[in-house]
């Protein structure tokens, strides 16, 4: 069965350093979305793409946070420089479309020191 | 953009019982999405019921909805263990966003 694949599962880093995620969504997925989960709460939409267009990123904190979809395909969730609040699990979800069901990878479990 | 905002927060109840949690949003939708989560893992979709639908059924499933009150209810009926998990709606228009759910306990 086909999956959302992201890596890396776990990171620790320290704060002011950079830190990338990266997700593959299902093959022919056009729609592909990442959160940050913080312990307790729900998800929270940071960006959704439509193929390599930026659908939303209106809570997307952009003077540390980046994400970007080179062809349409897989994607890269970058933070820099990394805070102690940044600590939480990244999320990567794919759609075949906009109103359509959302497939979750497994996620990445950051802790910033 | 509209998230789906989840009642009761919690619900314990005892395994083989049924239960029922409810879903509130705001603005018109294209359809509604229920999901699941286990602690520490991505979520899981569970069952989508489009707007002009009314009651849809999966397995041990139920999602009615009701568009005139802009609500959704979710019932597990015999419940198991491994329904322990929280359980997100998701009012779905251009964006996919989520509350803060509701957690389930199933007490063996």
């Known amino acids: 069965e086909a999956e959302v694949a992201q890596s890396p599962r776990y990171k620790i880093t320290e704060k002011s350093q950079a830190v990338a995620f990266w997700c593959d969504p299902i093959?022919?997925?056009?729609?592909l979305y990442w959160y940050r989960q913080i312990l307790g709460q729900g998800p929270e939409l940071l960006v959704q793409?439509?193929?390599?267009?930026?659908?939303?990123d209106s809570q997307l904190p952009k003077d540390r946070f980046s994400a970007e979809r080179l062809k349409g395909v897989d994607s890269t969730l970058k933070i820099q420089p990394a805070e102690l609040g940044d600590s939480a699990m990244y999320l990567c979800?794919?759609?075949?479309?906009?109103?359509?069901?959302?497939?979750f990878g497994q996620g990445t479990r950051l802790t910033v020191v | 953009s509209q998230q789906g905002e989840e009642d009761p927060q919690a619900l314990s109840i005892q395994e083989g019982e049924n239960a029922t949690m409810n879903c509130s949003y705001k603005?018109?939708?294209?359809?509604l999405q229920w999901y699941r989560q286990n602690s520490g893992r991505g979520l899981v979709h569970l069952i989508l019921?489009?707007?002009?639908?009314r009651e849809k059924h999966s397995g041990r499933l139920r999602v009615t909805l009701d568009t005139s009150k802009k609500s959704s209810s979710l019932l597990i009926t015999a419940s198991r263990a491994a329904d322990t998990a929280s359980y997100f709606c998701?009012?779905?228009?251009?964006?996919?966003?989520f509350g803060t759910g509701t957690r389930l306990t199933i007490i063996p």
């Open positions: 019921i489009r707007s002009n639908e």
């Open positions: 979800a794919s759609s075949l479309g906009v109103y359509t069901e959302a497939f």
């Open positions: 603005t018109s939708i294209n359809n």
């Open positions: 093959s022919g997925h056009a729609t």
């Open positions: 998701a009012p779905r228009d251009e964006k996919l966003t």
């Open positions: 793409f439509q193929d390599e267009s930026v659908v939303d």
